[in-house]
């Protein structure tokens, strides 16, 4: 049993994997999926879009600068045109003023508060593909406590009825 298993393996040796090293990988690889069936499909113009606007929420005013830095030096690096990366100057606040026990101690409260902060970035004149590309990035990379909003604005053909006037 353990001959013929031998036999079977140096075989299959000579065989189909000379041929992988005489003719490459590649061109086997090629020639076994290659389709004889032609495609019919069309390519879909790519979507344009005016203008991207991306906010950034968090809790840390430092983080979001830095990550305002890095969106922008990722733009920067594929050609995209920065339009804005600019913070508000105030931070959304939220104050809750509860009492320190469930039930009495009326006058014994403790105050919780949460400061929210914002980045606003705008990217202009971009490609569909760049855009879902460029936007995957920044969002893979995206720290932390930090949640992020996309916005974008999109540019289309005017429709048939409104382009063409009425005869």
């Known amino acids: 049993m353990l ?10 040796r000579s065989s189909a994997f000379q041929n992988i090293q005489e003719n490459g990988l590649r061109t086997m690889l090629c020639s ?7 495609s019919t499909e069309t390519a879909k113009p790519d979507k344009l879009y005016k203008k991207i606007e991306v906010e ?21 690096h594929l050609g995209i045109t920065v339009s804005g990366n600019y913070a ?4 959304v606040h939220q104050r809750w003023t509860l009492l320190k026990s469930k039930h009495v101690h009326k006058k014994h409260r403790v105050q919780y508060e949460i400061r929210t902060y914002y980045r606003f970035l705008e990217f202009l004149k971009l490609t569909g593909s760049t855009a879902d590309t460029f936007l995957e990035y920044i969002q893979r990379n995206l720290p932390e406590g930090v ?21």
């Open 147 to 167: 949640a992020m909003k996309v916005t974008k604005i999109e540019i289309q053909r005017l429709p048939e009825a409104v382009s063409t006037p009425p005869s």
């Open 56 to 76: 950034v929420r968090g809790n840390d005013p430092a983080v979001l600068k830095s990550y305002g830095i890095f969106t922008t030096t990722a733009a920067n």
């Open 3 to 12: 001959v013929s298993t031998i036999e079977f393996v140096s075989g299959l």
């Open 88 to 91: 508000p100057y105030k931070a």
């Open 32 to 38: 076994t999926f290659s389709s004889s069936v032609p």
